[in-house]
């Protein structure tokens, strides 16, 4: 690629990532969290005990999380045609990575909110506090700390899906990479997207790090 | 509250036929009864594993009992519904042996936690806060957070809390027992005072004595999920042979022949040993014995042996002052029946 040509596409490629990975982010969060919030109050003993619930839940978590990232994304194109129209592109591509996303970000939450001090909670509802009340001001409170560390694996992992997501016409720096760096032999394409990519990474989980750290007055 | 409940003598808490058998099987509560009196401090004394944190959760049923009622301040709380069961919890504080406050609030924020859920407006929360900060001596602290504490301030800040929305009763599940000795001295006169300036009533569950005689009223001993022994403790520590004064002055069971125990409170005013030696002309020995300060009143259980000379008249002597609470048996050599002398002096014989 000529060095003209190199910058344009470096930055829609970065533009294509960014976008499959704040919206899939984004959509994982709002799906995620609940979900993560229902695997810990269905518990026996939980907020609201409903173990065939949990038991239901927990299945469909454990086989997304099973499926690896590539077969998930090519399995569910009939449902992604169904949601977006399309199979191909950068907005087909949130599809498949949201789904692979909460599964893992419902465990990472789940785990978080186990964190919580069980007397804490109690302690809360010895007060008079409904369930919704406990959840909205005790448990996710206290776990936000752990919520916003997972939140920023599950980034990093969008970050790395969303390149394979590439390889299906989604785009982004992944997509890049393939083209020019491995199907072109373009040493420099390749080296500067992987160089962005970890540039990237970093930043996010630094970022993510800070947050996390200022959260917590542990 | 109902009308009832104005009626005086009516306790605050009344707890009846309590049963809990829990999914395991362990039966933590075997028919507990407990009536706590408005503005007393009750204490529940006993081992772990007797089942005094699960009473305690029964009480505001945290923990659903098996069967039996809890009453408190003249409502059946066993009957309620859910959000009638959140409104009555309202009025009943809790404080807890780890102090469970929210790490993610600042002291003030965990104070005005009860006042959110109680709808209590922002303005009047602050005011609200700031006054019980005054109130548990944590003026300053309102804007740090519950890690930057000590164990003491943190307790402080689950009483601030518990006293938030004016409840009736608060429960204390070992509330002194991850403290130190001094803390837990600082923390058992707050309670005290607490108890006195706002006549709020206390029920607290402890594994120390040394808790129940530092700032207890009335005392329940719990034994594998059962009450053992209740009553006031000045009413306990005067009856021959209760479990309570065995537990506060320990001495060595079964008491050897001859052996006379005397428990006194308060009484040591008077030199009784000496006038026995000059009026009776018998040899007193000191076996054994232990004083301790019961809710401030100086009190103790003495062992003594006395021999020779006019013992039985020694023996009427210390009876007249309702001294002689339990007798170890008659030595051999000197048995002679005992003139019963009324209710108040029922010698006991040690077994
Ligand atoms: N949630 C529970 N599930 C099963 N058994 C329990 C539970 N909580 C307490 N127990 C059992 O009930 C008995 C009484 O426990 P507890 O009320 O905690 O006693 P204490 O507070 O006096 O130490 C113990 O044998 C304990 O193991
Ligand atoms: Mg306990």
Redesign the interface.
Known sequence: MSADDLLPALLQATGETAQMVFWSALLTLLLGLPLGVLLVATDRGGLVPAPAVKAVLGGVVNVGRSLPFIVLMVAILPFTRLVTGTTIGTVAAIVPLTLGAVPFYARLVETALRGV?R??V?????????RV?VVA??LL??A?PGLVAGLTVTVVALIGYSAMAGAIGGGGLGDLAIRYGYQRFDTTVMIITVVLLVVVVQLVQSLGDLVARR?S?? | MSPSYFGYNLPVIHVSRLRKVYETGVVALDGVDLDVREGEIFGVLGQSGAGKSTLLRCV?L?ERPTSGTVTVAGQELTSLDLAAL?????R?G?I?Q?F??????TVAGNVA??L???GVPRRERATRVAELLDVVGLDGKASS???QLSGGQKQRVGIA?ALA?HPKVL?SDEATSALDPGTTQSILALLKRLNAELGLTILLITHEMHVIKAVCDSVAIMREGKVAEAGRVADLIATPGSLLTREIFPLPEPAPPGSVTVTFAGQAGEPVMSSLVRRFDVDVDILGGSLEDVGGVPSGRLRIRIDGGKRAEALDYLRERGLVREHGPEPVDARQPEPETGAETVAEEAR
């Open positions: 001090e007397a804490v109690e302690a809360a509802q010895a007060m008079g506090a409904s009340r001001r005790v409170p206290e936000l959260l007055h542990r | 505001n945290l959140r409104r009555a919890r309202q009943i809790m807890h780890h469970a406050l929210l790490s993610s609030r936690f009860p959110e859920v109680a957070y519950p890690a809390r929305a429960l």
